[in-house]
């Protein structure tokens, strides 16, 4: 077993001989198995850069081919390898008599991840009503890793209480910490830095209740967490393999509600650097759904390719379309940006007293579970034509 970036140096010639030396000690020790671990690292596709770093990451993949190529029959050596970026690899390591199997490794379902979180934590002291299939469910798009973490912290937060056995609620604080952040409670806000971070998180939490295509709320609070001033968490009832157009204009409607309900309820030149990050998501969203998805108006059912590779040390991105196409591309981004900024700021303004009611309620106890923002928000509705 061996790590890609392993075999290349700032000296030429010492990859290729690493390479080498490896083939001929699996060959020596046959059956054997050589796996090499982000082949990205040496596997990318050549020609996309200058220099003698990437001559000798060149002459390094140059070998592996070779090597690949010379085994007799009967050799017993199976050459596996992993990565995270199947897209940037050279052509000649994917075909037959190569790497010719692809073995897709997707992120685990509900069944998966409950089977998982049992392993994880069969060997750790847990209370008899500990509810894993719960955690399974709320914890869609993590990977192993992610829950092998949450055990970990599961049994930290228990140890830290004295407790001997990890609980359901040891289970939520862990599940929120990796997912989100830990809570930084030490970080002293000022009154009128609270009352804005309320209004900001209400706002997010209203448009995605009143939404029909959005996710559940599953938590608001105005407790600073990793590096926000609050949260508002939605979490998908189920794991889903596709989206829709209305799924992710309504995602893009609740990630502006926060900074439209600064706007509504402070004026517009006096809305924060506190959206800043809701912003620069909505707009990754939008450019996504244009560029990669082909869903937008003038564009639709197109897709429009960036190649990256490097060239002088530096990344470079070299766009297959032309200047008036790029131009289409960052209208249809600022036509998606803009409705949702509408349809945000049609809730707002139409449940402007359920925003004030949530808002309240967060300043008076700091976070909102589900079934709370649920009851507070009981009497908002969608308005006419959003």
């Known amino acids: 077993s061996i790590s890609g970036s392993e075999f290349v140096e700032m000296f030429v010639g010492v990859g290729a001989s690493r390479v080498r030396d490896l083939f001929a000690k699996a060959k020596k020790n046959a059956p054997c198995i050589i796996f090499i671990d982000e082949i990205d690292a040496v596997g990318r596709k050549r020609g996309s850069g200058m220099g003698g770093g990437h001559d000798e990451r060149e002459q390094t993949l140059n070998q592996i081919l070779v090597e690949m190529d010379g085994f007799e029959q009967g050799a017993n050596v199976i050459v596996l390898a992993a990565t995270n970026r199947a897209d940037v690899l050279d052509s000649a390591l994917q075909r037959p008599g190569r790497f010719d199997r692809r073995v897709n490794i997707d992120l685990p379902d509900r069944k998966d991840r409950e089977a998982i979180l049992k392993i994880h934590f069969a060997k750790k002291p847990v209370a008899k009503n500990i509810n894993l299939d719960a955690l399974a469910g709320k914890s869609a798009g993590s990977s192993g890793a992610d829950l092998g973490n949450i055990a970990n912290e599961a049994a930290i937060i228990a140890a830290r209480h004295n407790r001997k056995e990890i609980t359901n609620d040891d289970l939520t604080a862990a599940f929120e910490k990796v997912a989100i952040g830990p809570e930084r409670k030490s970080k002293v806000m000022s009154d009128k830095d609270k009352e804005m971070t309320a209004y900001h998180e209400a706002g997010h939490a209203i448009v995605g209740h ?7 709320v599953h938590k608001v609070t105005i407790i600073p967490r990793g590096g926000t001033g609050g949260v508002t968490w939605f979490i998908p009832p189920e794991d889903k393999s596709y989206h829709s157009i209305l799924e992710y204009k309504d995602v893009l409607a609740r990630m502006l509600g926060g900074r439209i309900a600064e706007e509504v309820v402070y004026g517009r030149d006096n809305v924060t650097t506190g959206a800043g990050n809701d912003l620069q998501k909505a707009s990754e969203l939008a450019r996504d759904m244009i560029v990669n998805q082909g869903m937008g108006k003038q564009l639709q059912d197109q897709v429009f390719h960036v190649d990256e590779g490097m060239m002088l040390d530096r990344m470079m991105h070299e766009r297959q379309y032309s200047d008036e196409t790029a131009k289409l591309i960052d209208d249809e981004v600022e036509a998606l940006i803009t409705e ?35 009851e507070v928000l009981k009497d908002s509705k969608l308005p006419e034509g959003v």
């Open 210 to 216: 009143v939404l029909p295509h959005s996710d559940m």
């Open 340 to 374: 949702a900024a509408q349809r945000a700021r049609k809730v707002i303004k139409y449940n402007r007293s359920a925003l004030d009611a949530l808002h309240d309620r967060l300043l008076q106890k700091e976070t909102v579970e589900a079934e709370e923002v649920i």
